[in-house]
């Protein structure tokens, strides 16, 4: 099975065109209608919606650690720094993620990119 991604408000529009382009199953918080959720909450409805949350959002890194210390389970956060990855890289390096991974082997778990 695939890894389907929930795109944060933060991400740029053409990483999302890029990746339906290719195929990957995406939907951003926007067209979910997210957009102004806190952080917590967005990382709670991707995983009610069985997917991994992409950002590029500090501040999503900071839950994501808290929740590993906790133990409080999530469905897995991908993370690239906006000034260190090209939209090209990010958008190869998650249709990676998405067609050889699977949704399983990212619960609790943070992924950096660049790969």
């Avoid at 926007?30 to 102004?36: D, L, T």
């Avoid at 994501?64 to 999530?74: G, H, L, N, Y």
């Avoid at 991908?78 to 082997?105: F, M, N, Q, V």
Wanted: negative net charge.
């Amino acid at each position: 099975m695939a890894v389907a991604l929930y795109m944060d408000h933060h991400v740029p529009r053409a990483i999302t065109i890029g990746l339906r382009l290719r195929g990957i199953d995406v939907v951003t918080a926007f067209e979910n209608g997210a957009s102004r959720m806190e952080d917590p909450e967005l990382l709670d409805r991707a995983g009610a919606l069985g997917r991994v949350l992409f950002s590029q959002d500090d501040d999503l890194l900071v839950e994501a650690a808290s929740r590993q210390e906790q133990k409080r389970a999530f469905s897995g956060l991908i993370y690239a720094h906006p000034l260190r990855i090209s939209i090209g890289t990010c958008i190869r390096d998650l249709e990676l993620i998405a067609k050889a991974g699977e949704p399983e082997d990212l619960i609790d778990r943070v992924q950096f990119l660049p790969l």
